[in-house]
């Protein structure tokens, strides 16, 4: 790839380390709205680097209100508004679930902007290893026990929960995943790992010391929490609400934790370079 | 095994989950020693514990000052003096690293003291993959990367060096293993790691993104910290002093954590059981 | 499951080792065209298997020439006629790939015979573990080197490509993954594995011991073979015609195996396990 | 290393891929007894090619017969007498199990010869590889199942032992390590096996499809083998005369290979590679 002038707009220390590997790779970067931390000394204003870049990177996720710029390490707001899609205009802009910000939809086409969601598939794969290595670092540090030897369930069969699944079982877990089609089940089985229907209020779930969710969908409830030990830990990976019933659980006794937002907290630079990897790869595809 | 009596004087919350082991299997254990948190109700006196036992059970270290028992979560202590060796006559007893105990070495021939050191071989091997795991969730913690991909080194091929490649590796890192024997290197290869021998300041070691050090030895002074990366983070799992110029290191800005003790640390549901299985076998091999 | 009456009808050794693992599990089992080797004892006439049985088993393929059951350990023919369909009435029948028997669809339904085709997804993903090991006997017979250090392609990333690389990298090949999709290539990243898109005319193959093919489409024709080495070993996986023009490789000296049938071939003990359990789905799903 | 003169004399198909292996390194290489096959080109006569070199490679074995040295692919004998170590005079000769060639011993100071075994620890740790990877290969051959799934003994745990049993665990058998000391258990265990002590009469052992016995002692006599089961295979690659009493062993129906010389056998071109290394490290080590 050619070198080319990137400016990063907003986001937590991922985007930093992402510009970092930019650099790295010989393009030319500028930043605006990480300034806190380390990393104010290469802090731009948001004109300067609109103006100096041809390719705009906007933070995962672009927006958590609506209204402004995810930038959580910045003194002020970036407001996302027609103000800022003017200055945009005849850029290419790689922004993080794009069909969700409804201003942006409206307004590239008569702006000129060229705009790429990075949220690929290939993202959300890459993505959810640092999700599954966090998983297996929160359960070292709440469960007392160690991987190896403990008895671990797995709810739900995609990204996630084959990423995970594996990582117990390579550190000698005794895994089980639970999925509803009967093919997941066999491929858990090829895999090595025990397999079951998503857990019920029939099954007894007293023996596992450690239960991971990535089904977004409540199957924790009162009924199957009661099929639960006390000494499990339960993790949910599932996004909002995910899919535990928490105050029943907390009631039971039953340590639960909502575990969001794994890469970017644990593994900043490797979600930068996952970042760079799914941006490179649109760029390539579309030939930009 | 037949049910036993089973006294446990001190110690830090391992013991209070090796009583739970010995309970559930079908032993009778009474503690004393460990009544903060959430174990008061099962304190007992000194003597009574001692009385009602047939066995008892010191700590994981059994002293640390040389004076008293192990017993951070007494309220107070426990003094490792002639008056409860008399105490302890006739018994069985099992503590940590006897030869260190000059008192307990001298006198327990006369007091009819039967004693058993369960730091045994098959102790610190199955206490070495708590360890290992402890440095994982530590990287995991302070490198900002996951460990796949990562590019990591395992100075030191002794039992806490073989389990640690191979879970660096399993995690998919790119482990080298240095030792300074041709035959360690050969199984490193095997393996499947790199090899090399120990670090010396000809090395270049700046690729690393992780050093994990085993070796009880001054191997990174300044001249070889020089050879690293500002991005190494460097565990030293040696036990004090260690094997990293600590001073020298924060000179250079290479980030070390000095981490020991983790078995008990992270995992003290898992050392329990590793403490009941040693004194299990101690029990088995000398017909007690 | 309660225990039922199973005929079984042709077939190979495996069909002998699916009736002894339905025998172990309880059932009532008769056998008939499986009489050569070491079973003959248990041999019977197609009659009274059929009218001992209230399921009736077909073979792995049910037919080969359209018009006889394959039944290659058996002394004379099974026509697969109109009269073999008579004696069906009534009878719940288990055959494989049954869409592909013209007889069979249109008489099923007036001969009110109950037909289930055990050529399940379940049985694919389970059938290709035994594919995916006699790939690696192959490999290991073939090559002359150990699986350990070898540098490896597969092409393709199905069922049998995903469990193939798997067993490859396990044993510590210098594993690389062919698929078209971008997906498939980050899966196999994720799985430690090297990825490129379907090999071409443009690529160096050249540094590949083994190359296993799994796509059944001519992707190694002339101008491809000319890219890879004379000590390359290409063992093709693919259905007839398979994806190699294996003309063309003898004349460039290169050493090429067209692999069927490996389950069957190499172990019909887990092959007759794999049946068993397609079929006690089919059974639970259809509450037979 | 700078390129040197070597000369490669008898021994089997090994011989001639480590000539290539020198090759390519850029080491002149000259070949004698090892013309039949695809390598009669390169066939040179014995005293060209000792004058020719500096360094003389004899093979694995040097001899059988104790007076020929080994040379299955040659047209007739090379004598191991006082005439070939006249010729050898002032070389340096690479031999294999130096310490049990009685001439040789005797000869080599008056001769100036300087010698060396390549039977080094290195060597055996290396070649236990491709003879555990041979292991899996015949069990695949010989029981009908997949390695998966299957479950299989390992009796020893030394060099092969270790290998053997990790290659069966990372293929997904349910492996058991058999092994006198209980640090040895204890290492099973930590790597995922089950552990037993040595198989005596006492220990059921019919559950096993494999067994494999590395340890060259009569271990396997009739009373054990009444304990394993007609569909055990025993593969023993314990040197002779082995450890399975093996009339009784088919008396009692079961079936056992006794499997010597696997690398050379089936991993022909890994063993020259192996043999290389071997003398490289002896060159460098010895500053040769």
């Known amino acids: 790839m050619k070198s080319k002038k990137f400016g990063i707009i907003g986001g937590d220390i991922r985007q930093y380390y992402l510009g970092q590997g930019l650099k790295k790779d010989g393009h030319a970067v500028m930043l605006c709205g990480i300034n806190k931390g380390q990393n104010a000394e290469e802090e731009n204003s948001l004109e300067s680097v609109i103006n100096f870049s041809d390719y705009i990177?906007?933070?995962?996720?672009?927006?958590?209100?609506?209204?402004?710029?995810?930038a959580p390490l910045?003194?002020?707001?970036?407001?996302?508004?027609?103000?800022?899609?003017?200055?945009?205009?005849?850029?290419?802009?790689?922004?993080?679930?794009?069909?969700?910000?409804?201003?942006?939809?409206?307004d590239v086409k008569n702006k000129q902007?060229?705009?790429?969601?990075?949220?690929?598939?290939?993202?959300?794969?890459?993505?959810?290893?640092?999700?599954a290595e966090g998983a297996i670092k929160l359960a070292m540090e709440e469960s007392g026990k160690t991987i190896k030897n403990s008895v671990s369930l797995v709810v739900g069969y995609g990204r996630i929960g084959k990423i995970l699944s594996k990582l117990l079982y390579d550190l000698k877990s005794n895994v089980t995943v639970s999925a509803r089609k009967s093919q997941d089940r066999a491929w858990a089985n090829i895999n090595g790992y025990g397999s079951m229907d998503t857990p019920s209020k029939n099954d007894d779930?007293?023996?596992?010391?450690?239960?991971?969710?990535?089904?977004?969908?409540?199957?924790?409830?009162?009924?199957?929490?009661?099929k639960?030990?006390?000494?499990?830990?339960?993790?949910?990976?599932?996004?909002?609400?995910?899919?535990?019933?928490?105050?029943?659980?907390?009631?039971?006794?039953?340590?639960?934790?909502?575990?969001l937002g794994l890469p970017g907290k644990y593994f900043p630079k490797t979600s930068g370079e996952i970042i760079k990897s799914a941006i490179y790869e649109l760029i390539k595809e579309h030939n930009l």
Do not use: Q, W
């Open 228 to 259: 639960c030990s006390k000494n499990t830990v339960i993790i949910d990976l599932a996004s909002m609400p995910g899919g535990i019933d928490k105050k029943e659980a907390e009631n039971l006794g039953i340590k639960t934790i909502h575990a």
């Open 113 to 131: 902007i060229t705009s790429f969601d990075y949220n690929t598939e290939k993202f959300k794969i890459l993505n959810a290893l640092p999700t």
């Open 205 to 226: 779930l007293s023996k596992y010391d450690l239960i991971f969710n990535t089904v977004p969908k409540m199957i924790f409830d009162k009924e199957v929490l009661l």
């Open 57 to 70: 990177i906007l933070p995962v996720p672009t927006t958590r209100d609506g209204k402004n710029i995810y």
């Open 74 to 106: 910045y003194h002020k707001n970036i407001p996302l508004n027609l103000k800022l899609l003017d200055m945009l205009k005849s850029k290419t802009v790689f922004a993080f679930n794009i069909s969700s910000l409804t201003l942006f939809k409206k």
